[in-house]
């Protein structure tokens, strides 16, 4: 960040730079809330806000607010580094989970697919249209990328699939993709909590199932 903020410095015309600068310092400002008091990894959405660096956000949102004023001035498109400050910027100004602009953030990964097209900005977009419209609509696009198969090895996919079969309500299928997430990932403290997740999966299934008997 540091040598983002020089840089920034020498060329600061250069709305990208901004971008990038803005897009280090929002994420930064999350690091102290992404462990648990055992070092397990917790989800963006579980986040103590109260834990995120607001003086990190402050810098963030200045350095994008200079990208945005360069390319309004020169009618430029925004690259996709300011693309990507956006979304996260949409995060930090949220004052908890249920408040963030989720379709705001569906169209910023839309434009963010057009300028940079990726399969991993897909899958993102896919959570993001699942919390604006519902999770069929992002299991949608997650079974489109998974018969792509770009996906295979990337363990997000299967946890992404997981989540949204667990909402709705179809444990025995989300148990079964938290496990494979869980194989797949090479992060020991991110594979306890995939695993975690596949058995509550399986006891809610167990439940389903007990309670339909």
């Given at each position: 960040?540091?040598?983002?903020?020089?840089?920034?410095?020498?060329?600061r015309?250069?709305?990208?730079?901004?971008?990038?600068?803005?897009?280090?310092?929002?994420?930064?400002s999350?690091?102290?809330?992404?462990?648990?008091?055992?070092g397990?990894?917790?989800?963006?959405?579980?986040?103590?806000?109260?834990?995120?660096?607001?003086?990190?956000i402050?810098?963030?949102?200045?350095?994008?607010?200079?990208?945005?004023?360069?390319?309004?001035?020169?009618?430029r498109?925004?690259?996709?580094l300011?693309?990507?400050?956006?979304?996260?910027?949409c995060?930090?100004?949220?004052?908890?989970?249920?408040?963030?602009?989720?379709?705001?953030?569906?169209?910023?990964?839309?434009k963010?697919?057009?300028?940079t097209?990726?399969?991993?900005?897909?899958?993102?977009?896919?959570?993001?249209?699942?919390?604006v419209f519902?999770?069929?609509?992002g299991?949608?696009?997650?079974?489109?990328?998974?018969?792509?198969?770009?996906?295979?090895?990337?363990?997000?996919?299967p946890s992404?699939?997981g989540?949204?079969?667990?909402?709705?309500?179809?444990?025995?299928?989300?148990?079964?993709?938290?496990?494979?997430?869980?194989?797949?990932?090479?992060?020991?403290?991110?594979?306890?909590l995939?695993?975690?997740?596949?058995?509550?999966c399986?006891?809610?299934?167990?439940q389903q199932?007990?309670?339909?008997?």
């Amino acid at each position: 960040m540091r040598l983002g903020r020089i840089l920034a410095e020498l060329a600061r015309e250069e709305p990208e730079v901004h971008g990038l600068v803005a897009l280090m310092e929002i994420q930064a400002s999350r690091f102290g809330a992404r462990t648990g008091l055992s070092g397990e990894p917790v989800l963006l959405l579980d986040q103590d806000r109260m834990r995120w660096d607001q003086l990190l956000i402050h810098r963030g949102l200045a350095a994008l607010g200079r990208t945005e004023a360069l390319n309004a001035a020169s009618g430029r498109s925004p690259g996709p580094l300011a693309l990507q400050a956006a979304i996260a910027a949409c995060h930090a100004r949220a004052r908890s989970a249920g408040e963030t602009d989720w379709a705001k953030i569906v169209g910023l990964y839309t434009k963010l697919g057009e300028v940079t097209p990726s399969p991993i900005i897909d899958l993102n977009r896919a959570v993001a249209l699942a919390m604006v419209f519902g999770p069929d609509a992002g299991l949608t696009l997650v079974d489109a990328l998974a018969a792509d198969g770009a996906l295979g090895n990337y363990h997000l996919l299967p946890s992404v699939r997981g989540d949204l079969l667990r909402r709705l309500g179809r444990f025995d299928e989300a148990s079964a993709e938290f496990e494979r997430a869980a194989a797949l990932t090479q992060n020991e403290r991110e594979r306890k909590l995939l695993l975690d997740r596949t058995a509550a999966c399986a006891a809610s299934a167990a439940q389903q199932t007990g309670g339909s008997a």
